[in-house]
């Protein structure tokens, strides 16, 4: 938000709420790196399962989180689903705090 009296708008409610929805959707590990690896190129969820470490029932039910939500979109190749990013925005979000935060932390072993 701005700071007071810089004449900048605050953001209405709706889009507070919006914004904290979205947040707590990716309060979790899984789901951050299953859109980081999207944010990389799309996948199926075996592909998914592989790169990003768990289930395919467990990495579907995020995927279908994430798909209601609007960040990922699926088509159909064959008998399979593709999943993509479908809000490059939240990717920008999502590459800015990994970004910093990776910069932040020192290497293993260290600190």
């Known amino acids: 938000m701005a700071a007071a009296g810089s004449g900048a708008d605050d953001p209405s409610a709706d889009v507070v709420e919006r914004a904290a929805a979205t947040f707590q959707l990716l309060g979790t590990p899984a789901r951050l790196r299953i859109l980081w690896a999207l944010a990389q190129g799309e ?26 939500a609007g960040l990922v979109r699926a088509r159909r190749e064959g008998r399979r689903q593709v999943y993509y990013v479908d809000d490059p925005d939240v990717v920008d979000v999502v590459r800015l705090l990994l970004g910093r935060l990776a910069r932040r932390t020192p290497p293993a072993g260290r600190g």
Request: proline residues 4%; without cysteine.
């Open 43 to 68: 996948s199926d969820v075996s592909g998914l399962a592989r790169r990003v470490g768990g289930a395919l029932p467990a990495i579907s039910q995020h995927l279908t989180k994430l798909k209601l």
